[in-house]
């Protein structure tokens, strides 16, 4: 019996669901800002343990926000399940954050564009 629970315990190690990263720079090319959008996805396609990984929040802070307005806008976009895997998605939003921003709007609104 303890070989049969061992053999069960060492198969469900084994077994782990592959975890899967998404991750995207977008650059802002009159300032050199690069924004990194890099989730942590869980292993269900559902948004569920998604979360932003600290590069994200990093470029953000880079950008010019304070850490919980860059945090928050991170955790928003990644756990937005219309943007899971979806590149262009991702840089549409990011662009629209950005441009509707306190941060943007005291820098003289200059034509920044995400590539």
Not at 19 to 33: D, I, K, M, R
Not at 40 to 57: H, M, Q, T, Y
Not at 58 to 81: F, K, Q, T
Request: proline fraction near 5%.
């Amino acid at each position: 019996m303890k070989k049969l629970l061992a053999g069960a315990a060492v198969a469900l190690g084994l077994a782990t669901p592959a975890v899967a990263q998404s991750n995207y720079a977008y650059t802002f090319p009159q300032t050199g800002h690069v924004v990194y959008v890099s989730c942590f996805r869980g292993p269900w396609k559902e948004v569920i343990w998604d979360r932003p990984n600290a590069k994200f929040v990093d470029s953000l802070r880079d950008l010019g926000y304070d850490y919980p307005n860059a945090h928050a806008i991170a955790e928003r976009v990644c756990r937005d399940d219309a943007l899971v895997f979806n590149k262009e998605g991702l840089k549409q939003e990011m662009i629209r954050i950005y441009y509707g921003s306190k941060a943007y709007r005291e820098k003289g609104a200059p034509n920044y564009i995400l590539r």
